[in-house]
């Protein structure tokens, strides 16, 4: 049983498209995350969403936007989308979001724009 | 503003030989650090983790790691490499309680036979 699940697992897009990355945890948990980790392996959080609530924003454009149907998705929405957002996304969640807890990552959205 | 170092990008040992990844961070406040390992083409799973108490932490897969608070550090170490430990690993500090990780860039080891 996957804990967090992504999909698509690849995703081959051309610039200006608007794509949809969908996150899933069976964990029951509260809080859930989106990070990028670029082509240098960095990783980078860009938001995280607790009871629908958004807790953290990055500094990421506004062509970003997480949706959260459930406690146990956070889908992230990608408009417009640009040659610079080629990375891997990586969902996570965690029981409360309160910092001292484990994060349990998917396996990656590896995206490439064209 | 918080930060996290790796300072080895990339470092290869003999399997069976023992291991320190270094770790440094910036942070005013008493950190919550992490280790997480990415294998190949995979996410990101836990190894340890330290928030209070004994500086030295054990976590999975033989891995332990020391706190030193006057040294800003949080090294991970294993006594006996295996092949099968060929990872990138990453370094995080927890700002703000809030889950917002901050990682570093990941040093990737590679385990020769």
């Known amino acids: 049983d996957t804990a967090v699940s992504q999909t698509p697992k690849y995703l081959v897009t051309q610039m200006g498209n608007d794509k949809s990355i969908k996150c899933e945890q069976n964990?029951?948990?509260?809080?859930m995350y989106w990070y990028k980790q670029d082509s240098k392996k960095f990783l980078k959080i860009m938001f995280s969403?607790?009871?629908?609530?958004?807790?953290i924003n990055e500094t990421v454009p506004n062509r970003f936007s997480p949706k959260s149907p459930d406690k146990a998705h956070l889908n992230l929405h990608i408009n417009s989308l640009e040659l610079g957002d080629s990375a891997v996304y990586f969902c996570?969640?965690?029981?409360?979001?309160?910092?001292?807890?484990?994060?349990?990552f998917g396996p990656g959205t590896r995206l490439l724009v064209l | 503003a918080q930060s996290v170092t790796q300072p080895d990008i990339h470092i290869t040992v003999s399997e069976g030989a023992s291991l320190e990844l270094r770790c440094n961070y910036s942070y005013g406040a008493t950190p919550y650090l992490f280790w997480y390992v990415q294998s190949p083409g995979q996410g990101l799973q836990l190894l340890l983790k330290y928030f209070s108490g004994d500086t030295l932490v054990q976590g999975i897969k033989g891995f332990e790691a020391e706190f030193k608070r006057s040294q800003s550090s949080f090294n991970l170490r294993k006594p006996s490499v295996h092949w099968s430990d060929a990872a990138e690993y990453f370094c995080a500090v927890e700002a703000g309680s809030q889950g917002n990780l901050i990682f570093g860039k990941g040093t990737k080891l590679s385990v020769k036979p």
């Open positions: 996570a969640s965690s029981l409360e979001g309160t910092g001292q807890e484990t994060q349990y």
């Open positions: 969403y607790n009871n629908k609530e958004l807790i």
């Open positions: 964990l029951g948990h509260d809080t």
